[in-house]
C-alpha cells in the first residue's frame, strides 16, 4: 500500500481579520480578532494564552493610554468572550489604534502587526528593569504559517520575527529596536499524519525567510508616520 501525503496547506486566513469597537469609560476604543479555529499551534508572549499550545484565536485589544487596570488577562478574556470566540486563545493589547495595523504575505506566511511607538528605545539599555510591565505602547506582531514547525523551529520562528521587527523599524527611520512590552504571536499548523514538520524557521530557511518578510512589510507599515 502507498502511503498517502497530504497536500501542502497554502493559506492561512490570517488576513480575514474582524475589527471589534467598545466603549470604555467613554473612550472608543478597537480590537482586532481572528477566529483561527481548530488544528493550530501557537508560540505566544501574550499577556494571555502565551506559551506554547494549540489556540484556537487571536486578539489584539487597544486599551486607553493610561490603562490601570491589574487584571489584563481577565480584562482580553472577558474580550474574547464577549465577542464569541471559544476555547483557548491568545490575547495581546496595545495603546495603540488597532485599525492602523499593517499586513503582509510572503509565499503564504501572513503577518500583521500594530504598532504604537510612544515609548521606544532599545533593548540593551542601561537603564534598570522592574518586575512589572510598562506603560501600554507595544508593537504587537501575529504572523501565521500555514505549514507545522517543531517546538525549537517555533522558538527560532519568534527570533526571526524579532529581527525582522527591528529592520522595519529601521527602515521606517526610527533609531530603536523596539517598545518596553513587545509582544509577537507565531501560528502554525498542527501536524497531520504523514506531513512534514519542518525543524528549522531561521532567516535563510524556507519558511523563516518568508516570516521575516512578512513580518518586516506589516511593521513597516504600521510603523510608517
Same mark, same amino acid.
Not at 480575514?16 to 499551534?41: I, M, P, T
Not at 501600554?136 to 504559517?145: D, E, K, M, R
Not at 504571536?185 to 532567516?203: I, K
Given at each position: 500500500?502507498?502511503?498517502?501525503?497530504?497536500?501542502?496547506?497554502?493559506?492561512?486566513?490570517?488576513?480575514?481579520?474582524?475589527?471589534?469597537?467598545?466603549?470604555?469609560?467613554?473612550?472608543?476604543?478597537?480590537?482586532?480578532?481572528?477566529?483561527? /479555529?481548530?488544528?493550530?499551534?501557537?508560540?505566544?508572549?501574550?499577556?494571555? /494564552?502565551?506559551?506554547?499550545?494549540?489556540?484556537?484565536?487571536?486578539?489584539?485589544?487597544?486599551?486607553?493610554?493610561?490603562?490601570?487596570?491589574?487584571?489584563?488577562?481577565?480584562?482580553?478574556?472577558?474580550?474574547?468572550?464577549?465577542? %464569541?470566540?471559544?476555547?483557548?486563545?491568545?490575547?495581546?493589547?496595545?495603546?495603540?489604534? #488597532?485599525? /492602523?495595523? %499593517?499586513?503582509?504575505?510572503?509565499?503564504?506566511?501572513?503577518?500583521?502587526?500594530?504598532?504604537?511607538?510612544?515609548?521606544?528605545?532599545?533593548?540593551?539599555?542601561?537603564?534598570? /528593569?522592574?518586575? #512589572?510591565?510598562?506603560?501600554?505602547?507595544?508593537?504587537?506582531? &501575529?504572523?501565521?504559517?500555514?505549514?507545522?514547525?517543531?517546538?525549537?523551529?517555533?522558538?527560532?520562528? &519568534?527570533?526571526?520575527?524579532?529581527?525582522?521587527?527591528?529592520?522595519?523599524?529601521?527602515?521606517?527611520?526610527?533609531?530603536?529596536? %523596539?517598545?518596553?512590552?513587545?509582544?509577537?504571536?507565531?501560528? &502554525?499548523?498542527?501536524?497531520?499524519? =504523514?506531513?512534514? #514538520?519542518?525543524?528549522?524557521? =531561521?532567516?535563510?530557511?524556507?519558511?523563516?525567510?518568508?516570516?521575516?518578510?512578512?513580518?518586516? =512589510?506589516? &511593521?513597516?507599515?504600521?510603523?510608517?508616520?
Amino acid at each position: 500500500m502507498t502511503a498517502v501525503v497530504p497536500p501542502p496547506r497554502t493559506a492561512t486566513g490570517l488576513r480575514a481579520l474582524q475589527q471589534l469597537d467598545r466603549v470604555e469609560e467613554g473612550e472608543r476604543l478597537h480590537a482586532l480578532l481572528w477566529r483561527a /479555529g481548530a488544528g493550530w499551534r501557537m508560540i505566544s508572549s501574550a499577556v494571555l /494564552g502565551g506559551g506554547i499550545g494549540e489556540r484556537a484565536w487571536v486578539l489584539n485589544a487597544q486599551v486607553s493610554h493610561g490603562y490601570r487596570r491589574t487584571d489584563p488577562e481577565r480584562h482580553l478574556a472577558d474580550l474574547a468572550r464577549e465577542a %464569541g470566540a471559544h476555547g483557548p486563545g491568545v490575547g495581546l493589547m496595545t495603546a495603540a489604534d #488597532v485599525t /492602523g495595523h %499593517g499586513r503582509a504575505d510572503d509565499g503564504g506566511a501572513e503577518a500583521v502587526a500594530t504598532a504604537g511607538l510612544g515609548v521606544r528605545g532599545w533593548a540593551a539599555s542601561p537603564a534598570g /528593569g522592574t518586575p #512589572v510591565p510598562d506603560r501600554p505602547g507595544t508593537i504587537n506582531i &501575529v504572523v501565521a504559517l500555514p505549514v507545522p514547525l517543531t517546538d525549537a523551529a517555533l522558538v527560532n520562528a &519568534v527570533a526571526t520575527a524579532t529581527e525582522a521587527k527591528v529592520q522595519a523599524l529601521l527602515d521606517a527611520g526610527y533609531d530603536c529596536s %523596539g517598545t518596553p512590552t513587545d509582544a509577537v504571536c507565531v501560528a &502554525v499548523r498542527v501536524a497531520r499524519p =504523514g506531513e512534514d #514538520v519542518h525543524s528549522f524557521a =531561521g532567516p535563510r530557511s524556507l519558511w523563516g525567510a518568508r516570516l521575516a518578510r512578512a513580518v518586516h =512589510g506589516a &511593521v513597516r507599515t504600521a510603523a510608517m508616520p
